[in-house]
Structure formats: structure tokens, C-alpha cells
């Protein structure tokens, strides 16, 4: 079975440019949450999509914005990039919303300059 | 809120035993997570203890104590392949299910 896999890997944009990124989760799997990791700040949550629904949040701004499609795939947008959205945004997918075990995709590095 | 603590880099000899501790203080708890994370790599599931006690996956084994806020991760017979960061995460009980993770212990595993 194929794991979460993460579009593109590698990002770099500028000052105010917006980016959206993509997370396929495993088969089967339904529930899709989105992290921010920062050498600083360790792994932080941003949100949770389960059934096209957004079910929680994480205490970001609301430049970070996502999605989900019926096929379970998700995006996440951030518009008006700052220098501090550098960072490795993970995703994770889980069977269903409040399952325990999580599977990670390989991340995406974006790189703000 | 949730505030866990973990150190932030340990080092070991090859084939000896470590244990990374993680405290947390927070206002409802569920259960405590360990996550594996190689560099440049996605975090990998260890462990997600629920109940008091000792629960061993192999060279791996994972404690908790709710009572005193407490969990410890340890590992056995230390390869080199073990040098990566683990993340100790706290669920909340009820509400949102999410995670708050931990910064990471960075262990180095060296010969």
C-alpha cells in the first residue's frame, strides 16, 4: 500500500507570494491533518479535514487555509508569505478523525526569501 | 493548554541502553505518543500508551505514568541506525483529539 505522499518537496518563493502544496493520503484513509515544523517551535498542528469538512484548527493566522476533496486528497494554501513560513509542512493521514495512529508524508520544505 | 518537556539532545554508545524522558502538564490527558523522526525524513509511530505501565514493541519499549505527568521511551541495544529525534506527543481527552507534540530529543548514537 502506498504511503502519504507530499507535492512539491521542495519550494522556494518570496516575500508576499502565496504557495499551495498537496498531500494524498494512504487508501482508505480519511481524515488528513497538516503540521508546521520549525527548529524553533518543534511540530505544530494547523488543521484537520475529515469528510471535505474542516474539524479542527491550530492556532494559526488566517493567511493558512486548506482544503479537502471527495477522493480524501488535501491541499493547503498560505498567501502573503512571510520570512517565518519557512518551515517543513507535514501531513498526515489516519483511517478516521481521532484515530491514534497517524502516518506521515515525506514533507514539503518551503523556503521563504 | 498542554506544556510537555523533553531534553533536547542525549548521546549513547552502540549497543547500550537510553531512556528519553517527557513530562507534561496539561489539562485533560488521553493518551502519550512517541514518534521517531531521521533527519529530512517524516516522523514514524513508536508507541501511544494509555494505561499506566511498561508496553515493549521489541528493541523498544515505552512507560507512562499519568498520575506523576510522566512517560519515558526506551531503547535497547542501540544501533547506529537509532541516531534520529523522538518526539513525545501529549492527546487531549475529549474535544479535538489533536496532538500537541514535544520539541524533540535529539539522540546520537555514537561507536
Known amino acids: 500500500k502506498a504511503g502519504v505522499t507530499q507535492t512539491p518537496r521542495y519550494l522556494i518563493k518570496t516575500r508576499g507570494q502565496q504557495v499551495t502544496l498537496s498531500c494524498s493520503p494512504i487508501s482508505g484513509h480519511r481524515s488528513v491533518s497538516w503540521y508546521q515544523q520549525t527548529p524553533g517551535q518543534g511540530l505544530q498542528f494547523l488543521f484537520e479535514y475529515f469528510s471535505e469538512t474542516q474539524r479542527n484548527k491550530g492556532n494559526f493566522p488566517g493567511r493558512f487555509s486548506g482544503r479537502q476533496f471527495s477522493n480524501s486528497r488535501s491541499e493547503m494554501n498560505v498567501s502573503t508569505l512571510e520570512l517565518g513560513d519557512s518551515a517543513l509542512y507535514l501531513c498526515?493521514?489516519?483511517?478516521?478523525?481521532?484515530?491514534?495512529?497517524?502516518?506521515f508524508g515525506p514533507g514539503t520544505r518551503l523556503t521563504v526569501l | 493548554g498542554q506544556n510537555i518537556d523533553q531534553p533536547t539532545e542525549m548521546t549513547a554508545t552502540e549497543g547500550a541502553i537510553v531512556q528519553i524522558n517527557c513530562t507534561y502538564q496539561?489539562?485533560?490527558?488521553?493518551?502519550l505518543f512517541w514518534y521517531q523522526q531521521h533527519a529530512g525524513e517524516a516522523p514514524t509511530f513508536l508507541s501511544y500508551n494509555v494505561l499506566d505501565g511498561l508496553e515493549e514493541k521489541g528493541r523498544f519499549s515505552s512507560f507512562l505514568s499519568r498520575s506523576k505527568g510522566y512517560s519515558y521511551l526506551l531503547l535497547k541495544e542501540l544501533q547506529m541506525k537509532d541516531s534520529a529525534s523522538y518526539l513525545c506527543a501529549v492527546r487531549p481527552r475529549g474535544g479535538s483529539y489533536i496532538p500537541t507534540f514535544g520539541r524533540g530529543t535529539s539522540l546520537i548514537v555514537h561507536p
Open positions: 498526515a493521514s489516519s483511517i478516521e478523525t481521532g484515530y491514534n495512529e497517524q502516518f
Open positions: 496539561t489539562s485533560g490527558f488521553n493518551g
